[in-house]
């Protein structure tokens, strides 16, 4: 079975490595991919039309499409594929609003009683303004569409709020402020049933300690150690089943991967966000957990047959860290030679690229903010976590960084 995995990222790595492993996955390609993705996919550059796409996939007879970033998800890359009659795995345009507009999943939380912040919607800075002045402080003010990450800001003063709003030229959401560690939570679903992937623990800020500004993600555990198997089972009876419910009533069925951000508040957990893809660097983490083959789990997905379906995993946990370029978040430098990857997969440890480009002499570049992914399994996450730092510490690249602290204190 041929198949097309659409991104380049440390995600789309881990995908493209796991899928590699399936004795069913034929020729396998990435689009754009990386240079590390180039050691298990055929790499191939289609631009971001979707026309592009379907012709690729109907010159190579693709039996799946495999999409990672929510880009193309929101933007209708699935529908575009099924109406041309080729497989996809991910949500129609419809129901990646519930990443795409945080107005469209704040509404279905308020009508399925999912807990979540307490918010309001505005399209304009100036009823913003008004409405974070009658509220207690801080209030979190987000962008109401997609912002990778960066679209969020936790106010402690009215100023602050308002420095924030003058940033955000479009719709906003404010919420009200939670509490408690946070933890993803991953479910397969098939329009009606889900089958649970497992869970994460994302490393948002840029620095150690949990300082510095908030990233696309710097380091991940999984499973999220915060995540008790009672607190995961109200998260999926309180929020995940009622918003597949409510999707499918809307006759906007949701197939793919659900990613729950949540809050463990000392209440219970509340959603803060729902992402309609893998997240990255969770991916990488919960990918060298994985048991099952990948592509029997993402097929049963788009078939409609995850009930007969359970992942399986290994046993252990496993840590990934993240090296990213001088620089980055604000202005990574790009273009820096990274030497000695090979060194760290001789430690155990495996590297998945996330941003990187091999320069015309052979050299590993970093091409992006977040270059690199080095993952490992242990176990305990003492055991992962050294594991993953010995493979850190092998690679040889003076233009990157790494938190010191992923995993610590778990
Ligand atoms: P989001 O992009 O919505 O995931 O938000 C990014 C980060 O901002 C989250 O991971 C939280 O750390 C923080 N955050 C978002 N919403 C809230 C909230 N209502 N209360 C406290 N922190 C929040
Ligand atoms: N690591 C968070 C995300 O993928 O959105």
């Known amino acids: 079975m041929n198949l097309l995995v659409i991104g380049s990222g440390g995600r789309e790595h881990a995908l493209c490595w796991k899928l590699r492993q399936s004795a069913r996955v034929g020729r396998l390609w990435c689009a754009p991919g990386n240079a590390g993705i180039a050691a298990v996919a055929e790499c191939v550059s289609l631009g971001d039309g979707h026309d592009a796409v379907i012709a690729f996939a109907r010159a190579h ?27 996809a795995f991910g949500p129609s345009a419809a129901a990646a609003r519930l990443e795409g507009s945080k107005g469209f999943t704040k509404a279905l939380c308020a009508r399925a009683n999912i807990p979540t912040a307490a918010f309001a919607r505005f399209d304009s800075g100036d009823a913003a303004r008004a ?34 709003l003058d940033a955000m030229p479009g719709p906003v959401v404010i919420e009200a402020f939670l509490t408690g560690p946070e933890a993803s939570l991953f479910v397969l679903c098939d329009g009606t049933d889900i089958a649970v992937l497992g869970s ?16 696309g993600g710097m380091g991940a555990v999984s499973p999220a150690p915060a995540l008790t198997a009672e607190l995961e089972a109200r998260a999926l009876t309180e929020i995940v089943a009622p918003t597949v419910a409510a999707m499918a009533v809307m006759g906007t069925p949701f197939v793919g991967v659900l990613f729950a951000g949540l809050m463990l508040t000392p209440t219970g957990p509340q959603l803060i966000e729902y992402n309609v893809r893998f997240g990255d660097p969770e991916c ?21 047959t995850l009930s007969d ?36 997969g001789a430690t155990g440890a495996t590297v998945f690229h996330a941003g990187t480009a091999r320069r015309a002499d052979g050299a590993v570049v970093a091409s992006g903010g977040r270059v690199l992914a080095v993952t490992a399994t242990g176990a305990t996450v003492g055991e992962a976590r050294a594991a993953a730092y010995a493979g850190v510490d092998a690679i040889d690249w003076p233009g990157g960084f790494a938190r010191r602290d992923i995993g610590a204190g778990e």
């Not at 999409?67 to 009659?85: K, M, N, Q, T």
């Not at 994302?202 to 908030?214: F, L, M, Q």
């Not at 860290?321 to 060194?343: K, L, N, Q």
């Open 131 to 164: 409405y974070v002045a009658g509220h207690p402080l801080p209030v979190v003010v987000k962008a109401d569409g997609l912002a990778a990450g960066k679209g969020v800001v936790i106010a402690h003063s009215v100023a602050e709020a308002s420095a924030a």
């Open 200 to 215: 994460a623990q994302d490393y948002k800020r840029v620095g150690d300690g949990d300082t510095g500004p908030n990233t």
């Open 284 to 304: 990488e983490a919960l990918m060298v957990r994985l048991d099952s083959d990948l592509l029997d789990l993402l097929l049963a997905t788009c078939d409609g």
């Open 61 to 87: 007879d693709i039996a799946l499409v495999v999409i990672g970033p929510e880009g193309p998800l929101v933007g209708g890359l699935v529908d575009a594929l099924r109406a041309a009659g080729i497989h």
């Open 309 to 344: 379906t359970r992942p399986v995993w290994r046993d252990g946990v496993s840590v990934t860290v993240v090296m990213a370029a001088t620089g980055y978040p604000a202005a990574p430098v790009t273009g820096s030679a990274i030497a000695r990857i090979d060194a760290a």
